[in-house]
């Protein structure tokens, strides 16, 4: 529980390796995690090599920390594995839908958190990447990823040369219902935040980008409308290319 307070997302790391052995019980950790039906419904590619990592660094906006980090790992939603299975048993696999895609994320997902608690257990540091959904064609195309695999999320991974301040997060009111949900007045929206809007980090955002207030630095700056629709498409596009039936 102490662990998980204390997470950090770690963008700079040391130049210590991490070992064979490590990796391995950090993935077994992953793999323990819960999922659909017991199917696992997800894969992972590891990769270590400087040259990859270079490849896959612009897919990722260049972010610094891809190349840096000693360990990438991509982690991707799986129905190709078992429809294979199914296949060669002679059953009929109708997993190439929209609830298998939904079913496969979840999967990943578990399988991804698993992952960095066992990693950060171990005294290592990680970092998620949701760029791996934004162009999910072109690691699928450097990763050579078959039809009914998907890209869901990049985690970098490895020893952490700083430890930097914890990141902001809402308060647990503005989290947890009891028994149903319950909608905000306006009040208490902004109530919840007002913690977010008030630190010198979100004031100097919205002054150095000429904008009224937090919530239009999001809207016009970081996460644009246009932006997300065009990902959107391509995401919708590249799905069907994996033989998804969206």
């Known amino acids: 529980m102490e662990l998980l307070l204390k997470h950090r997302t770690i963008r700079k790391y040391t130049t210590k390796d991490i070992a064979v052995d490590d990796l ?11 999922n659909t039906g017991n199917m696992q ?3 992972v590619v590891v990769t270590r090599n400087e040259e990859m990592k270079a490849k896959m660094a612009p897919m990722h906006f ?13 982690v991707c939603l799986d129905v190709h594995r078992f429809n294979r299975w199914c296949e060669i048993n ?21 399988f991804a958190q698993n992952i960095c608690v066992a990693a950060e257990n171990k005294g290592m540091g990680i970092c998620y990447l949701g760029t791996a959904l934004y162009n999910a064609a072109e690691l699928i195309n ?21 430890i930097p301040e914890q990141p902001d997060r809402l308060p647990m009111q503005a989290i947890v219902h009891e028994e149903s949900y ?10 919840i935040f007002a913690l977010k ?11 150095e980008n000429g904008k009224e207030n937090l919530a239009q630095v999001f ?21 069907r290319e994996q033989g998804f039936k969206i």
């Open 219 to 239: 809207t016009d700056i970081r996460y644009k409308r246009a932006d997300s629709e065009f990902f959107s498409e391509k995401i919708l596009k590249t799905m």
């Open 197 to 207: 809007e008030a630190l010198v980090s979100s004031q100097k955002f919205v002054a």
């Open 41 to 43: 419904l997800y894969s």
């Open 142 to 162: 450097l990763l050579n990823l078959p039809q009914g695999v998907f890209p869901v999320t990049t985690i970098t991974m490895g020893y952490p040369e700083e």
């Open 62 to 74: 260049n972010q610094p920390m891809v190349k840096q980090a000693p360990v990438v790992l991509t």
């Open 90 to 110: 002679k059953a009929d696999a109708a997993y190439d839908n929209m609830l298998w895609f939904v079913n496969g994320i979840i999967d990943s997902m578990l």
């Open 182 to 191: 319950r909608e905000y007045s306006d009040d208490q929206i902004r109530e």
């Open 24 to 34: 391995n019980e950090i993935l077994a950790s992953g793999m323990r995690a819960s």
